[in-house]
């Protein structure tokens, strides 16, 4: 039995990130999973029972059909994995659902630079690896509303503020997390603007363990 299948979307309508390739050939290196990677709405006509999870990888503005989101609604709410990265939370503001299956939706963010995360939840596979405290560049999303109070989130890693300019949530900011979605597993990872971080091993093994986690390959 070979590696689960994960379907990776990219399309946006909005703004591109030039580190989507980068974010491809990363989830295809680690090989963990089979990657079917689309930017082609027309891929949630086709029934997605045959994938793990389905990946929204920096999506960003309006990009499935109206069957398209009937579809991956379904799909979910009867088990299947949903992960989004990064800009999945710049995604779908037009429709309800997808605000409540992410957690949260992107609101803004500061220049990029370094930062520091600190890891809340240090049993999860998406960060047992990782520092208590992990020094990372990225634009540090800051988000509509606290998806820990907002939705019941698994909070996994938040910011810290004071390490970095321009952060506008405060002492508590959610930065990943996960949840439960009708029967379905959903992960969320704010991070992974840059090319470079789809290089940095933590940062492969944090959306490894997410995506794995997300797909019911980890308890």
Do not use: K
Request: with cysteine.
């Amino acid at each position: 039995m070979g590696p689960p299948r994960v379907l990776v979307y990219t399309r946006t309508t909005d703004y591109r990130h030039d580190s989507i390739p980068a974010g491809v050939d990363c989830l295809r290196a680690l090989g963990e999973f089979e990657v079917d990677h689309t930017d082609d709405p027309g891929a949630f006509s086709e029934p997605l029972e045959a994938y793990g999870a389905v990946v929204f990888l920096s999506t960003s503005g309006e990009v499935l059909t109206p069957a398209g989101r009937e579809r991956l609604a379904g799909y979910v709410e009867a088990g299947g994995g949903f992960a989004g990265v990064h800009a999945a939370a710049c995604t779908e503001y037009e429709w309800p659902y997808y605000g409540e299956l992410l957690g949260a939706r992107f609101a803004r963010h500061p220049r990029l630079q370094p930062g520091r995360a600190l890891i809340e939840d240090p049993g999860h596979p998406a960060t047992r690896h990782l520092p208590s405290a992990w020094d990372f560049t990225d634009e540090w999303y800051d988000f509509t509303t606290n998806p820990r109070t907002a939705v019941a989130v698994r909070v996994l890693m938040c910011a810290d503020e004071s390490s970095y300019e321009g952060g506008g949530m405060g002492a508590d900011h959610p930065l990943a997390w996960c949840r439960e979605q009708g029967a379905g597993r959903v992960f969320y990872t704010a991070l992974g603007h840059t090319v470079e971080a789809y290089d940095d091993p933590r940062f492969r093994a944090h959306l490894r363990g997410g995506i794995a986690w997300a797909a019911g390959l980890e308890p």
